[in-house]
């Protein structure tokens, strides 16, 4: 073989320490999408669980910010005449009304589930990488019928992950800035995505939780239904 024809074919293919270079590198990345995979499959997706752990902490300390923040006087001094119910549902409208989409509004704890996470307000895909979001078009605690909140299973944190251990009877807590609410799972049941009525109002006070189901699908939808059973105003509600 011509010297200049073995010099044309040792300069046309990468050189061995890149072509080691490079494989390094594709197993590298390789290794990481299988972990990658294998946490989502195994716990959940950990890429938007960092950064919803990050939204978690921010939202935290400004839900504790908002329970000192006052209405105005004029407000107040009404909310002062109602009894404790009417007064619970006063403050609920009014921070309903004022709450900016994605804003803290509470505070979600289920024990039998392993949740404990601030809710936000609004059900928008913005709103739902920073936490469960409360339906706009529900009453906030304390208001009169459905209180219903969606959210992610195995992205952003999963916090609805092990919606599906819930059994009848099992305890759920929803701290707001203006008092606690009680709530007692009656059922779960799988539905379609456009089963519109389980948010409809009842003729006494629920909560109910959604996503998506099964795990890693959106194909149908796994919901909570839950009934209150009591109610505890905030001392000193400054909502």
């Known amino acids: 073989?011509?010297?200049?024809?073995?010099?044309?074919?040792?300069?046309t293919g990468p050189k061995p320490k890149t072509r080691r270079a490079l494989s390094s590198a594709?197993?590298?990345?390789?290794?990481?999408?299988v972990i990658d995979a294998a946490c989502s499959v195994l716990w959940q997706e950990p890429v938007s669980?960092?950064?919803?752990?990050?939204?978690?902490?921010?939202?935290?300390?400004a839900l504790?910010?908002?329970?000192?923040?006052?209405?105005?006087v004029v407000q107040r001094r009404a909310a002062a005449k109602l009894d404790d119910d009417r007064r619970l549902a006063f403050f609920a409208r009014a921070l309903d009304a004022r709450a900016e989409p994605g804003a803290p509004v509470g505070r979600l704890e289920i024990p039998a589930a392993e949740i404990s996470t601030v809710v936000v307000n609004g059900t928008g895909t913005r709103a739902l990488r920073r936490g469960p979001g409360h339906y706009p078009d529900t009453p906030l605690p304390g208001g009169d019928g459905t209180v219903a909140i969606?959210?992610?299973r195995t992205t952003y944190g999963a916090p609805f992950r092990n919606l599906d251990k819930l059994d009848p009877g099992d305890s759920i807590e929803v701290r707001m800035p203006y008092g606690t609410f009680f709530y007692e799972?009656?059922?779960?049941?799988?539905?379609?995505?456009?089963?519109l009525w389980v948010t409809r109002r009842k003729s006494y006070d629920r909560l109910v939780l959604t996503a998506c189901h099964p795990l890693y699908s959106a194909?149908?939808?796994i919901v909570v239904f839950a009934r209150q059973v009591r109610q505890v105003e905030r001392p000193n509600s400054n909502t």
């Open 219 to 221: 194909a149908q939808r």
């Open 185 to 195: 799972v009656e059922r779960t049941r799988i539905v379609a995505p456009t089963a």
């Open 64 to 72: 504790e910010q908002s329970s000192s923040s006052a209405l105005p």
């Open 49 to 61: 669980a960092l950064y919803a752990l990050v939204q978690q902490k921010q939202l935290n300390g």
């Open 150 to 152: 969606a959210g992610h």
């Open 1 to 11: 073989m011509p010297a200049t024809e073995r010099a044309r074919k040792s300069t």
């Open 26 to 33: 594709l197993l590298v990345v390789g290794l990481l999408l």
